[in-house]
Protein backbone atom coordinates (compact mmCIF):
# COMPACT_ATOMS: atom_id res chain seq x y z
CA UNK A 1 0.00 0.00 0.00
CA UNK A 2 1.70 3.34 -1.07
CA UNK A 3 1.88 6.08 2.00
CA UNK A 4 -0.54 8.74 2.84
CA UNK A 5 0.13 11.86 1.15
CA UNK A 6 0.60 14.84 3.78
CA UNK A 7 -1.93 17.65 4.10
CA UNK A 8 -1.35 20.53 6.75
CA UNK A 9 -4.75 21.60 7.17
CA UNK A 10 -4.03 25.58 8.72
CA UNK A 11 -5.99 25.17 12.05
CA UNK A 12 -5.02 24.25 15.96
CA UNK A 13 -8.40 22.86 16.94
CA UNK A 14 -8.06 19.19 17.68
CA UNK A 15 -11.68 18.39 16.66
CA UNK A 16 -11.69 20.41 13.42
CA UNK A 17 -8.52 18.03 12.60
CA UNK A 18 -10.35 15.10 13.67
CA UNK A 19 -13.58 15.74 11.49
CA UNK A 20 -11.40 16.30 8.82
CA UNK A 21 -9.43 12.59 9.04
CA UNK A 22 -12.31 10.84 9.10
CA UNK A 23 -13.94 12.69 6.11
CA UNK A 24 -10.68 12.51 4.20
CA UNK A 25 -9.55 8.88 4.97
CA UNK A 26 -6.73 7.08 4.73
CA UNK A 27 -5.29 8.26 1.71
CA UNK A 28 -4.14 11.21 3.55
CA UNK A 29 -2.77 12.13 6.89
CA UNK A 30 -3.66 15.53 7.92
CA UNK A 31 -0.94 17.51 10.26
CA UNK A 32 -2.41 20.37 12.16
CA UNK A 33 -0.17 23.57 12.91
CA UNK A 34 0.89 22.27 16.28
CA UNK A 35 2.70 19.70 14.61
CA UNK A 36 4.97 21.92 12.45
CA UNK A 37 5.62 23.79 15.81
CA UNK A 38 3.60 27.05 14.66
CA UNK A 39 1.50 27.82 17.86
CA UNK A 40 -0.20 31.01 16.77
CA UNK A 41 -3.59 31.69 14.83
CA UNK A 42 -3.06 32.84 11.16
CA UNK A 43 -5.00 36.72 11.05
CA UNK A 44 -8.16 36.63 8.85
CA UNK A 45 -8.42 40.41 8.29
CA UNK A 46 -10.55 40.28 5.50
CA UNK A 47 -14.26 41.13 4.19
CA UNK A 48 -14.84 37.73 2.72
CA UNK A 49 -14.53 34.30 4.05
CA UNK A 50 -12.70 33.65 0.16
CA UNK A 51 -10.09 36.06 0.97
CA UNK A 52 -9.53 34.75 4.48
CA UNK A 53 -9.21 31.19 3.63
CA UNK A 54 -6.97 31.55 0.47
CA UNK A 55 -4.68 34.24 2.68
CA UNK A 56 -4.26 31.64 5.79
CA UNK A 57 -3.77 28.78 3.42
CA UNK A 58 -0.79 30.94 1.39
CA UNK A 59 0.41 31.88 4.61
CA UNK A 60 1.21 28.15 5.31
CA UNK A 61 2.62 27.63 1.71
CA UNK A 62 5.11 30.70 1.72
CA UNK A 63 6.61 29.44 4.86
CA UNK A 64 6.90 25.47 4.53
CA UNK A 65 6.16 25.01 0.90
CA UNK A 66 3.81 21.79 1.06
CA UNK A 67 0.34 20.86 -0.14
CA UNK A 68 -1.73 22.56 2.67
CA UNK A 69 -5.52 23.71 2.88
CA UNK A 70 -7.31 26.26 5.39
CA UNK A 71 -10.91 26.89 6.28
CA UNK A 72 -13.40 30.01 6.80
CA UNK A 73 -16.70 29.91 8.12
CA UNK A 74 -19.96 32.52 8.88
CA UNK A 75 -23.67 32.32 9.10
CA UNK A 76 -25.20 34.71 6.81
CA UNK A 77 -28.54 35.88 7.96
CA UNK A 78 -30.72 37.29 4.83
CA UNK A 79 -32.24 39.62 6.59
CA UNK A 80 -29.06 41.28 8.14
CA UNK A 81 -28.15 41.50 4.36
CA UNK A 82 -25.02 38.22 5.34
CA UNK A 83 -24.31 39.79 8.64
CA UNK A 84 -22.54 38.25 11.01
CA UNK A 85 -20.85 36.57 7.92
CA UNK A 86 -16.94 37.00 7.65
CA UNK A 87 -17.08 38.52 11.07
CA UNK A 88 -19.30 35.52 13.04
CA UNK A 89 -16.65 35.12 15.69
CA UNK A 90 -16.47 38.68 16.84
CA UNK A 91 -20.10 39.66 16.18
CA UNK A 92 -20.62 41.24 19.56
CA UNK A 93 -16.67 42.39 19.71
CA UNK A 94 -13.45 41.29 19.78
CA UNK A 95 -13.21 40.64 23.23
CA UNK A 96 -16.55 38.52 23.68
CA UNK A 97 -17.46 34.89 23.48
CA UNK A 98 -20.81 33.07 21.57
CA UNK A 99 -22.96 33.89 24.64
CA UNK A 100 -22.68 37.56 23.61
CA UNK A 101 -22.95 37.06 19.69
CA UNK A 102 -26.02 35.37 20.23
CA UNK A 103 -27.58 37.96 22.23
CA UNK A 104 -26.91 40.68 19.71
CA UNK A 105 -27.74 38.52 17.06
CA UNK A 106 -31.73 37.46 18.21
CA UNK A 107 -31.33 41.44 19.49
CA UNK A 108 -30.87 42.07 15.97
CA UNK A 109 -33.58 39.80 14.80
CA UNK A 110 -36.61 41.21 17.47
CA UNK A 111 -39.69 41.60 14.75
CA UNK A 112 -38.02 40.34 11.61
CA UNK A 113 -40.39 38.01 9.59
CA UNK A 114 -37.55 36.57 7.55
CA UNK A 115 -35.16 34.25 9.60
CA UNK A 116 -33.36 32.36 6.93
CA UNK A 117 -30.25 32.13 7.42
CA UNK A 118 -27.17 29.72 6.14
CA UNK A 119 -23.70 28.85 7.40
CA UNK A 120 -21.04 28.74 5.35
CA UNK A 121 -17.85 27.52 4.89
CA UNK A 122 -15.05 28.10 2.32
CA UNK A 123 -11.72 26.06 2.12
CA UNK A 124 -8.55 27.10 0.12
CA UNK A 125 -6.45 24.54 -1.04
CA UNK A 126 -3.31 24.65 -2.02
CA UNK A 127 -2.39 21.59 -3.99
CA UNK A 128 1.12 21.03 -6.08
CA UNK A 129 1.40 25.04 -5.97
CA UNK A 130 -2.23 25.57 -7.61
CA UNK A 131 -5.24 27.26 -5.43
CA UNK A 132 -8.43 25.75 -5.24
CA UNK A 133 -11.70 26.98 -3.61
CA UNK A 134 -14.39 24.69 -2.02
CA UNK A 135 -18.41 26.32 -0.54
CA UNK A 136 -19.96 23.98 1.76
CA UNK A 137 -23.60 25.31 2.76
CA UNK A 138 -26.19 24.29 5.21
CA UNK A 139 -29.58 26.39 5.15
CA UNK A 140 -32.05 26.94 7.94
CA UNK A 141 -33.61 29.75 10.36
CA UNK A 142 -32.87 31.55 13.32
CA UNK A 143 -34.94 30.19 16.48
CA UNK A 144 -36.65 33.05 18.76
CA UNK A 145 -34.46 32.02 21.10
CA UNK A 146 -32.04 29.93 22.51
CA UNK A 147 -32.56 25.84 21.86
CA UNK A 148 -30.41 22.98 23.47
CA UNK A 149 -27.17 22.81 25.19
CA UNK A 150 -24.79 21.22 22.79
CA UNK A 151 -22.25 22.24 20.18
CA UNK A 152 -20.53 25.72 19.64
CA UNK A 153 -20.65 28.88 18.61
CA UNK A 154 -24.38 30.18 16.80
CA UNK A 155 -25.61 25.96 17.16
CA UNK A 156 -28.67 26.93 19.91
CA UNK A 157 -29.93 29.69 17.77
CA UNK A 158 -29.77 27.44 14.62
CA UNK A 159 -32.50 25.05 12.99
CA UNK A 160 -31.44 23.49 9.42
CA UNK A 161 -33.89 22.71 7.47
CA UNK A 162 -35.72 19.85 7.26
CA UNK A 163 -35.53 19.70 11.24
CA UNK A 164 -37.16 21.16 14.04
CA UNK A 165 -34.39 20.70 16.29
CA UNK A 166 -31.11 23.78 16.67
CA UNK A 167 -28.27 22.61 15.91
CA UNK A 168 -27.03 22.31 19.47
CA UNK A 169 -30.10 19.67 20.26
CA UNK A 170 -28.40 17.39 17.76
CA UNK A 171 -25.79 14.63 18.44
CA UNK A 172 -22.02 15.82 17.12
CA UNK A 173 -23.13 13.02 14.66
CA UNK A 174 -25.94 14.07 13.28
CA UNK A 175 -24.55 17.68 12.78
CA UNK A 176 -21.72 16.80 11.14
CA UNK A 177 -23.58 14.75 8.30
CA UNK A 178 -25.27 17.62 7.25
CA UNK A 179 -23.25 20.47 8.10
CA UNK A 180 -21.92 23.31 5.53
CA UNK A 181 -18.26 21.43 7.23
CA UNK A 182 -19.27 18.39 5.83
CA UNK A 183 -20.10 19.98 2.58
CA UNK A 184 -17.39 21.74 1.92
CA UNK A 185 -14.56 18.69 2.87
CA UNK A 186 -16.32 16.10 0.61
CA UNK A 187 -16.34 18.52 -1.94
CA UNK A 188 -12.64 18.74 -0.74
CA UNK A 189 -12.08 15.16 -0.45
CA UNK A 190 -13.83 14.23 -3.77
CA UNK A 191 -11.22 17.10 -5.49
CA UNK A 192 -8.22 15.25 -4.02
CA UNK A 193 -9.54 11.57 -4.92
CA UNK A 194 -9.71 12.68 -8.55
CA UNK A 195 -5.96 13.69 -8.06
CA UNK A 196 -4.13 10.77 -7.12
P1 LIG B 1 -14.39 29.30 11.96
O1 LIG B 1 -14.01 29.96 10.68
O2 LIG B 1 -14.66 27.83 11.80
O3 LIG B 1 -13.46 29.63 13.09
O4 LIG B 1 -15.81 29.91 12.38
C1 LIG B 1 -15.98 31.30 12.65
C2 LIG B 1 -17.14 31.47 13.60
O5 LIG B 1 -18.36 31.02 12.99
C3 LIG B 1 -17.04 30.66 14.89
O6 LIG B 1 -16.35 31.39 15.88
C4 LIG B 1 -18.49 30.47 15.28
O7 LIG B 1 -19.00 31.60 15.93
C5 LIG B 1 -19.19 30.37 13.94
N1 LIG B 1 -19.34 28.95 13.52
C6 LIG B 1 -18.58 28.27 12.63
N2 LIG B 1 -19.02 27.02 12.48
C7 LIG B 1 -20.07 26.90 13.31
C8 LIG B 1 -20.95 25.81 13.62
O8 LIG B 1 -20.85 24.69 13.11
N3 LIG B 1 -21.91 26.08 14.53
C9 LIG B 1 -22.07 27.29 15.13
N4 LIG B 1 -21.28 28.32 14.89
C10 LIG B 1 -20.28 28.13 13.98
Same mark, same amino acid.
Given at each position: ? *???????????? !??????? *??? @???? $?????????? +? %? *? =?????????????????? $??? /??? %??????? =???????? @??? @? !???????????? %?? *????????????????????? +?????????????? @?????? /?????????? /??????? !?? $???????? /????? =???????????????????????? %??
Amino acid at each position: M *SNPRILVFASRN !PDKLKEV *SAI @LGKG $FRVAGLDSLG +F %Q *S =DIPEPFDTLEENALAKAR $FVY /SRY %QCDCFAD =DTGLEVEA @LKG @L !PGVKSARYAGKD %QD *SAANIRKLLGEMDGKDNRRAR +FRTVIALIIRGREH @LFEGVV /SGNIAAGEKG /SGGFGYD !PV $FIPEGYNR /SFAEM =DTETKNLISHRKDALEKLAHFLGE %QK
